[in-house]
């Protein structure tokens, strides 16, 4: 029977590894990460906020410009960060990109009382990638309406987008505090999986599907997103699932230091690297993707010393 969690103990989450891997991770240097990298898992590290926004937003340009008629390709990208968004639309207009051809996926979406939440909802995903990045872009340029995928309560149609002939290029995201990629967040310690998180194999067989949200993450979303009201966080969200992930050519993460901490930054970094996919971290599932790149802001990187403030 592994450990109970230390954060909420009806739950998994990392705080149930081994403490000999936890411990490993803490000590783990800048220089260390670096030489994580394997045939399958790149890292890279950027000087600058504005490099690292800039290098961000320049991946959905260099997917969508690979768009064409015979063979439409996009990206699915996230809300946290959002910084590369306004960005990605200024490049779009400056050098002139015509989008009909290219695609457009959004990670997740709130979800309340079964339905996901409207865009006049201030926590809404979908309102701010139109805000931000769509809405942003010239009409002579933008990708038609129909290419635009945002994830509903019913997943039918989401789920249909990816199932037809359009690449995903690269499926960008960050990384939150209980080590998830969209909202894929450990599941309840109950049933079956009450002495051991499910298997990875049973982990890798969701797809787009409305969660339950483990308290860490709301407890985040309310201090990133939401001045830190916990009660105005919804519970549950639509969230892109493994099996699209795997349906990625890439799967590139960005730590710029504000959404996970220093800690969270090595641990999964190091179980990537070492092949270890734990459905208590969901993002070391990417152990087993072909192709994941993590991406460093080096004055976010910080380090795991006790240091009283």
């Given at each position: 029977?592994?450990?109970?969690?230390?954060?909420?103990?009806?739950?998994?989450?990392?705080?149930?590894?081994?403490?000999?891997?936890?411990?490993?991770?803490?000590?783990?240097?800048?220089?260390?990460?670096?030489?994580?990298?394997?045939?399958?898992?790149?890292?890279?590290?950027?000087?600058?906020?504005?490099?690292?926004?800039?290098?961000?937003?320049?991946?959905?340009?260099?997917?969508?410009?690979?768009?064409?008629?015979?063979?439409?390709?996009?990206?699915?990208?996230?809300?946290?960060?959002?910084?590369?968004?306004?960005?990605?639309?200024?490049?779009?207009?400056?050098?002139?990109?015509?989008?009909?051809?290219?695609?457009?996926?959004?990670?997740?979406?709130?979800?309340?009382?079964?339905?996901?939440?409207?865009?006049?909802?201030?926590?809404?995903?979908?309102?701010?990638?139109r805000?931000?990045?769509?809405?942003?872009?010239?009409?002579?340029?933008?990708?038609?309406?129909?290419?635009?995928?945002?994830?509903?309560?019913?997943?039918?149609?989401?789920?249909?987008?990816?199932?037809?002939?359009?690449?995903?290029?690269?499926?960008?995201?960050?990384?939150?505090?209980?080590?998830?990629?969209a909202?894929?967040?450990?599941?309840?310690?109950?049933?079956?999986?009450?002495?051991?998180p499910?298997?990875?194999s049973?982990?890798?067989?969701?797809?787009?599907?409305?969660?339950?949200?483990?308290?860490?993450?709301?407890?985040?979303?309310?201090?990133?997103?939401?001045?830190?009201?916990?009660?105005?966080?919804?519970?549950?969200?639509?969230?892109?699932?493994?099996?699209?992930?795997?349906?990625?050519?890439?799967?590139?993460?960005?730590?710029?230091?504000?959404?996970?901490?220093?800690f969270?930054?090595?641990?999964?970094?190091?179980?990537?690297?070492?092949?270890?996919?734990?459905?208590?971290v969901?993002?070391?599932?990417?152990?087993?993707?072909?192709?994941?790149?993590?991406?460093?802001?080096?004055?976010?990187?910080?380090?795991?010393?006790?240091?009283?403030?």
């Open positions: 029977m592994r450990s109970l969690s230390k954060i909420a103990p009806d739950w998994w989450d990392y705080t149930t590894l081994p403490s000999e891997l936890l411990e490993e991770a803490a000590r783990l240097t800048e220089r260390d990460l670096h030489r994580l990298q394997r045939d399958g898992f790149r890292i890279e590290f950027f000087d600058t906020l504005e490099d690292f926004y800039l290098a961000e937003a320049l991946e959905y340009i260099h997917a969508w410009r690979q768009a064409t008629e015979d063979s439409p390709a996009g990206i699915c990208g996230p809300i946290g960060p959002t910084e590369q968004l306004p960005l990605v639309a200024r490049l779009v207009n400056e050098l002139g990109i015509k989008l009909q051809h290219a695609h457009f996926w959004g990670m997740d979406e709130w979800v309340l009382d079964g339905k996901e939440v409207p865009t006049s909802h201030p926590l809404s995903f979908e309102r701010a990638d805000e931000l990045c769509f809405d942003r872009i010239a009409p002579h340029l933008r990708m038609p309406e129909k290419n635009l995928h945002f994830p509903k309560a019913d997943t039918t149609g989401y789920r249909q987008s990816w199932n037809g002939n359009v690449r995903c290029v690269v499926m960008q995201g960050g990384q939150g505090e209980v080590k998830h990629w909202f894929n967040d450990p599941l309840r310690r109950e049933g079956e999986y009450r002495d051991q499910p298997p990875v049973e982990y890798r067989k969701l797809a787009t599907r409305v969660v339950d949200l483990h308290p860490l993450t709301i407890i985040q979303n309310a201090r990133t997103s939401g001045g830190g009201v916990v009660t105005a966080v919804p519970t549950q969200a639509v969230s892109v699932g493994p099996v699209e992930t795997w349906q990625a050519e890439l799967v590139s993460v960005w730590h710029a230091g504000q959404h996970d901490n220093p969270g930054q090595r641990l999964t970094a190091l179980m990537i690297s070492r092949g270890i996919a734990d459905t208590s969901p993002m070391s599932l990417l152990a087993e993707h072909p192709n994941v790149k993590f991406n460093y802001y080096r004055g976010g990187i910080g380090t795991c010393a006790a240091e009283m403030h």
